[in-house]
């Protein structure tokens, strides 16, 4: 993952945004009526139709790899859970918008995390 303060910002702003996106996206679509499976569904799939889009256009300044991974999994995390917790509760667009966006850095911190950890472990065959 990129250490420049540029490319750090972009992966916030775009984790962060994206999460909020799904958040308004999956609120405005399900009700408490719902089943809180089919409504994780939806909301999984609503991420996805959300964050592809926005990873593509994001790619261009900020580099493909980089953002595609954690954008498109802020995307079906945020989904998944706004899905279910819109099915259990009534959600304002507000509070959908900033738990999205809260889910789309814990989802970056945590990519960020698993790849300093793959980095620094030792690959197998190799000799010191």
């Not at 790899?65 to 945020?78: A, I, K, Q």
């Not at 859970?81 to 819109?86: T, Y």
Request: proline content about 5%; aromatic content about 4%.
């Amino acid at each position: 993952m990129e250490r420049r303060l540029y490319f750090l910002c972009g992966d916030v702003v775009s984790n962060a945004g994206v999460g909020a996106l799904v958040g308004l996206a999956v609120a405005s679509c399900v009700g408490e009526t719902w089943p809180v499976v089919l409504a994780m569904v939806l909301g999984m799939l609503i991420g996805e139709v959300v964050a592809l889009p926005a990873a593509v256009a994001l790619s261009v300044p900020f580099g493909a790899m980089e953002v595609m991974l954690p954008v498109m999994l802020t995307g079906m995390t945020s989904g998944m859970l706004l899905g279910m917790l819109a099915a259990m509760r009534a959600m304002s667009s507000g509070s959908a918008a900033a738990l999205g966006a809260t889910t789309g850095l814990v989802v970056l911190a945590t990519t960020y995390g698993l790849n300093a950890y793959v980095r620094a472990r030792p690959h197998p065959g190799a000799t010191s």
